[in-house]
């Protein structure tokens, strides 16, 4: 059977529409240079990325709290070949560490060099805003 001619699709940037009014805080809260989690008033379980509603007991009364920032690195990668998103990017790391509050956050992890990054090293999460201008969050050095 012959395949079918075909032409390759144009490349499709998939842009993550986010309904705000229920996370607005979050954005609020980093553009002010905190990382803030949602946390259960009923049951007190901690949730990053925020969410609006505790899975754990459906409730859906949640609290802001600001977290302290301090993770411990958990594991790491080092992205060498980029997405087609963040060509532009430097080779850069991506991390997973876990806050003193008990939640994981992925985020990227900057200020050291490669070899510098080890599992269980100390970092702090910090808010940030991007050359472009994006509100965004990352692991950097303690101070
Ligand atoms: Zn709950």
Redesign the pocket.
Known sequence: MAAMPSLKSREIKIVQDIPISKTLPFWEGLKQGKVLATK?K??G?LYFPPVAD?S??L?SDMEWVELSGEATIETFTHVVVRPTTFQHEKPYTVAIGRLKEGVRVLAWLTGFKLSEVKVGMKAKLVAKITPEGNLTYEFTRLE
């Open positions: 259960c009923k049951c379980k505790c754990q007991c409730a």
